[in-house]
């Protein structure tokens, strides 16, 4: 399937997806729990799989998302431009180093940043090293995001990409930001990697339960 949808090239696959998410979204009904007064200087932080209402939710708002060089990637910077966010690109493969400077002078400036700390590769439902790395050096807060649709369609993917139907219920909850202090260890950073991967799974089971389902974790 994801071969079929390389063939039709990045500008009309982008296209058609933005549309689908525009579409399935505009039928959606929303319900955001404990977000922050203050969302400067922030890093919202949810498993890659549950971005399709995020991306949505907060269109823009010009926040700033990292997304890699990948031909996905591709894909996706272009969907992203199109709803409104600030694209740079690199991961931890290629130009990680100089996406994450970029992204730690947007925050310093009290810029936003949207994050998926499993991704792009995985494995999913981990915190990778890289938003550890921009909330040292930015100061900014790790702010865990719990989502959840209802109904909703799985895909065969490496992260169980949860993707809603239409007129479905979605519940985001927000919990309150985590901070890496300056000049912390290795095993501090560490200390506060384990706890923002723990919020973000225990918001992401909270979501559930308020919706009456049970997904399959990857972690707990």
Request: aromatic share 8%; with cysteine; hydrophobic share 40%.
């Amino acid at each position: 399937m994801k071969n079929k949808w390389r063939k039709l090239g990045p500008e009309l696959t982008s296209d058609i997806l933005f549309a689908i998410v525009r579409t399935v979204c505009s039928t959606m009904r929303f319900r955001m729990v404990n977000y922050p007064a203050d969302d400067h200087n922030l890093i919202f932080c949810g498993w890659h799989g549950r971005s399709f209402t995020f991306a949505n939710q907060f269109r823009r708002r010009k926040w700033w998302v990292i997304i890699s060089h990948s031909n996905d990637g591709e894909i996706q910077s272009r969907i992203f431009s199109k709803l409104g966010y600030r694209v740079i690109r690199g991961s931890t493969g290629r130009g990680g180093v100089r996406a994450a400077v970029e992204a730690i002078r947007a925050l310093k400036e009290g810029g936003t940043m949207a994050m998926t700390p499993d991704g792009p590769r995985g494995p999913s439902g981990v915190v990778q090293g890289g938003v550890m790395l921009m909330a040292l050096k930015s100061g900014a807060g790790l702010v865990p995001v719990g989502i959840a649709s209802h109904p909703h369609f799985s895909a065969k993917s490496w992260d169980r990409y949860m993707i809603p139907m239409p007129f479905s219920k979605c519940i985001m909850i927000f919990g309150d930001p985590i901070y890496v202090p300056p000049g912390s260890t290795e095993e501090q950073v560490e200390e506060v990697r384990l706890k923002l991967e723990h919020e973000i799974h225990r918001l992401e089971r909270e979501t559930e339960d308020r919706l009456g389902i049970r997904t399959q974790l990857v972690r707990s």
